[in-house]
């Protein structure tokens, strides 16, 4: 099995910084892309931040110049800086993972974490 342990959320004010963490144990191969999720209440699930195993990042727009993610592929782990912290950043931030379990075979699977509640609020 995979699992996804993330942490570093919390209580935050506005223009503050937090620095999420999530590290992926188990059977693991490989993982190609490793990225940040977030759901606000009474909204979907919208992507954050993703960074591919072979480099470069994609970042929704809103998030632009305030957060940065990055990895440290020899212990799976993925970050996500956030800086200059908004109301509307206020999310539960899910991890999310894309791994090849085994080198038999070349299957990818998604993983998710359990998600860690980020609140921008004064």
């Known amino acids: 099995q995979v699992q996804l342990v993330e942490s570093g959320g919390g209580l935050v004010q506005p223009g503050g910084s937090l620095r999420l963490t999530c590290a992926a144990s188990?059977?693991?191969?490989?993982?190609?892309?490793m990225g940040w999720y977030r759901q606000a209440p009474g909204k979907e699930r919208e992507l954050v931040a993703s960074?591919?195993?072979?480099?470069?990042?994609v970042y929704a727009d809103s998030v632009k110049g305030r957060f940065t993610i990055s990895r440290d592929n020899a212990k799976n782990t993925v970050y996500l800086q956030m800086n200059s912290l908004k109301p509307e950043d206020t999310a539960v931030y899910y991890c999310?993972?894309?791994?090849?379990?085994?080198?038999?075979?070349?299957?990818?699977?998604?993983?998710w974490g359990q998600g860690t509640q980020v609140t921008v609020s004064s």
């Open positions: 960074r591919p195993s072979g480099g470069g990042t």
């Open positions: 188990g059977s693991i191969f490989s993982i190609n892309a």
């Open positions: 999310n993972a894309v791994i090849r379990r085994s080198i038999a075979t070349r299957h990818e699977y998604t993983y």
